[in-house]
């Protein structure tokens, strides 16, 4: 009878609940925002001296935007009675119509960007300081384990004996449509490595912490739960998870000052967007001003001005320095592995575990179990970062 009444009670929040999960299931961004022609319109800039805009394209979009938008605000949410609960299913819904708005704005010029600044925001001044010093820092020497070497094929080998420490099925994809070398699609619950690429021993080592050590350890701790929320994504997550990936990189040893020093240029990438800067002068930023390499610098470029102006970039850096300072203060990271999650809803996802409407990560990021970084400069940049 207890849990009847349990059930009756919670009703609202399940109906709800699936009824959004039907909704954004199609919902993932970057399936949409990764141009289909990178290496296309890569040949073509440097072939004009990096003078000539990209002129990237994008897949087409599979879904009504309207009628998919008048579905989301067709939820009764005065019918879950919990205050605390019914305000993050209306945060939930505000952050999914953003998303809509983002992917039916792709490449579309600003229209993109400003629905990009309503979902992810801008560098603040203070973002852009701590960019700056850690550019300062003078570069430290590279060793053997930076020299690209392994094959695409090599990679899933390796991602494949990598995971052998989880307790969950591997399922790796190839595509030339990537912006990066590696990603995990939360909706295939799926790996995708980029084609026609080389990997470093660094490289792998970081995207395994990164890629499966964490993003796939949300990925299938997120399908644990009564509630869907968990799986298809809180509001605004994306600094939350990749401050858990990064620091995962951090924890395992595989961080870097070179990487460290490329989320730094992502911050002013990002920050060139406000500023007004057009593809090349990004470019030039970067490239010329900077002396990044030329195909790094690309990369940074094509991820920032992507379908018109995407702000995500600049989150990893302020999502690892809120990882770096909660990890520090002796706090549980095992709730922010519990799905795809925020963390400024950890309050909210510890009371929906007290009511039974959530569970306990059954998955914990191998690499937290010990710190193996060995740079000291690293601590003191993330100590010393605002």
Same mark, same amino acid.
């Given at each position: 009878m207890m849990i009847d009444q349990e059930v009756e009670r919670y009703a609202a929040i399940f109906d709800i609940d699936s009824n959004l999960d039907r909704l954004v299931r199609r919902l993932e961004l970057l399936a949409y925002v990764n141009p289909t022609n990178i290496e296309h319109e890569k040949k073509r800039f440097f072939a004009s001296k990096y003078t000539e805009e990209p002129k990237f394209k994008y897949s087409k979009i599979n879904f009504d935007p309207y009628k998919l938008q008048r579905l989301f605000f067709s939820q009764r949410l005065e019918r879950i009675e919990d205050e605390e609960i019914r305000k993050l299913y209306e945060d939930i819904i505000y952050y999914y119509s953003g998303m809509v708005e983002c992917i039916c704005t792709i490449g579309k010029g600003n229209r993109f960007y400003y629905n990009s600044l309503r979902s992810y925001g801008t560098p603040t001044q203070r973002d852009v300081e701590n960019a700056r010093f850690i550019l300062h820092f003078p570069d430290q020497a590279l060793g053997d384990d930076m020299e690209k070497r392994y094959t695409p094929e090599d990679a899933r080998a390796y991602f494949e004996e990598y995971s052998k420490r989880y307790d969950f099925p591997l399922n790796i994809k190839f595509s030339n449509k990537l912006s990066a070398e590696a990603m995990v699609s939360n909706n295939q619950r799926a790996l995708i490595i980029k084609r026609n690429v080389k990997f470093s021993d660094n490289q792998l080592l970081t995207l395994a912490n990164h890629e499966v050590g964490v993003h796939l350890v949300t990925t299938y701790n997120g399908l644990e739960h009564p509630l869907k929320i968990f799986s298809n994504g809180f509001p605004k997550n +994306?600094?939350?998870? &990749?401050? !858990?990936?990064?620091?995962?990189?951090?924890?395992?040893?595989? =961080?870097?000052?070179?990487?460290?020093? &490329?989320?730094?240029?992502? +911050? !002013?990438?990002?920050d060139s967007l406000l500023k007004g800067y057009s593809f090349a002068d990004t470019f030039d930023l970067i490239h010329n001003q900077y002396k990044l390499d030329r195909h790094e610098a690309f990369t940074?470029?094509?991820? +920032?001005?992507?379908?018109?102006?995407?702000?995500?970039?600049?989150?990893?850096?302020?999502? !690892?320095?809120?990882?770096? $300072?909660?990890?520090?203060?002796?706090? $549980?990271?095992?709730?922010?592995?519990?799905?795809k999650v925020t963390i400024e809803y950890k309050d909210t996802i510890e009371k929906l575990q007290q009511i039974g409407l959530a569970n306990k990560a059954k998955f914990y990021a191998d690499s937290y179990e010990n710190c #193996?970084? +060995?740079?000291?400069?690293? #601590?003191?940049? !993330?100590?010393? =970062?605002k």
């Open positions: +994306v600094e939350t998870q &990749e401050g !858990l990936a990064v620091f995962s990189e951090y924890m395992s040893g595989a =961080l870097t000052l070179k990487r460290l020093k &490329e989320l730094a240029y992502r +911050v !002013l990438a990002v940074i470029t094509l991820r +920032v001005h992507r379908g018109g102006g995407f702000t995500k970039d600049h989150l990893y850096l302020t999502g !690892l320095k809120k990882i770096y $300072d909660y990890y520090k203060a002796g706090k $549980d990271l095992n709730i922010l592995l519990t799905g #193996d970084n +060995v740079n000291p400069s690293l #601590d003191f940049i !993330l100590t010393n =970062l």
